[in-house]
Every structure is written in structure tokens, then in C-alpha cells.
């Protein structure tokens, strides 16, 4: 009877962590490129055209944790050549001028956000992997 009551509770656990889904949104001049809990490269990845490039507003990405205050979560900005070119750290939200990301991907052909987490409690040991959240091609 234990058993069959451990079982079912380590059950329950398992569906109640799965409901739980990280989700994000990425603006541009305040238009929504992405607003999803996917992760799916062909689906999140948008074009830009010379006209939203060329303006001066603001790149925006706002990251909703499933467990807040858990994590410290980074932002990370990628060429197509899979080179790193920014990172913002500890922060679940980022605005940047779209001048200054012209400046830091000049002559490039794509922008590719990723995230990742760190555990917060230094004697955790977690292994880290990028999260693809959107990719903009230029």
C-alpha cells in the first residue's frame, strides 16, 4: 500500500512539473516577433525587413518563469556563425537599442537569442544548455 501510494505521488509530481512552462515574448519597436513555450528554430525565426532594422527603437524580451526566484537566467545574443556576441546575466527581462544591436551585428546576416539558467543555491550542480528563443534574420 506505501508503495502504491509513493507511485502515485512521484506521478502527480511529474504531471504537475510538466503543466509548468517557462514562456517568453520578443518585441520589436513594440510589435510581437515571438510569443510562445516552444522551443522551435524553424517557427521562431522571424525576418527582419531594412525597415524595422533601420528604426530607432527597441528590442525587447521578457522571460516568464514557471518557478520565479529560482533561477539566474541570461540572455545570449549569437551570429549565424555561432560566434557570441552580447550576454545580459540575471535578469528575466532585457531592452536593447536596436542602434547599439546594429552596431554589435554589423555585416552580420542573423541575430540568434538563446537562454540559460543557473541555479541560484551555489551547491547546485545543473548542467547548462542553451534554450533557442528566437532567431532574427537580417
Given at each position: 500500500?506505501?508503495?502504491?501510494?509513493l507511485?502515485l505521488?512521484?506521478?502527480?509530481?511529474?504531471?504537475?512539473a510538466?503543466a509548468?512552462?517557462n514562456?517568453?515574448k520578443i518585441?520589436?519597436?513594440?510589435k510581437?516577433?515571438?510569443?510562445?513555450?516552444q522551443?522551435?528554430?524553424s517557427?521562431n525565426?522571424?525576418?527582419?525587413?531594412?525597415?524595422?532594422?533601420k528604426?530607432?527603437?527597441?528590442?525587447?524580451?521578457n522571460?516568464k518563469?514557471?518557478e520565479p526566484?529560482?533561477?539566474?537566467r541570461?540572455f545570449?545574443f549569437?551570429?549565424?556563425?555561432?560566434?557570441?556576441?552580447?550576454?545580459k546575466?540575471?535578469?528575466t527581462s532585457?531592452?536593447i537599442k536596436i542602434g547599439l544591436?546594429?552596431?554589435?551585428?554589423a555585416g552580420?546576416?542573423?541575430?540568434?537569442?538563446?537562454s540559460t539558467?543557473?541555479p541560484?543555491d551555489?551547491?547546485l550542480?545543473?548542467?547548462v544548455?542553451?534554450v533557442h528563443l528566437?532567431?532574427?534574420?537580417?
Open positions: 500500500m506505501k508503495i502504491l501510494l507511485l505521488t512521484l506521478i502527480l509530481t511529474t504531471v504537475t510538466d509548468q512552462e514562456s517568453w518585441k520589436l519597436n513594440n510581437t516577433l515571438v510569443a510562445t513555450s522551443e522551435d528554430e517557427k525565426s522571424i525576418k527582419i525587413n531594412d525597415g524595422e532594422w528604426k530607432n527603437g527597441c528590442l525587447e524580451i522571460f518563469e514557471a526566484d529560482t533561477w539566474w541570461s545570449l549569437y551570429d549565424e556563425n555561432d560566434n557570441e556576441v552580447l550576454r546575466d540575471s535578469v532585457y531592452k544591436l546594429r552596431k554589435f551585428f552580420k546576416k542573423e541575430i540568434r537569442i538563446y539558467v543557473s541560484k551555489p551547491n550542480a545543473v548542467r544548455r542553451r528566437c532567431t532574427l534574420r537580417l
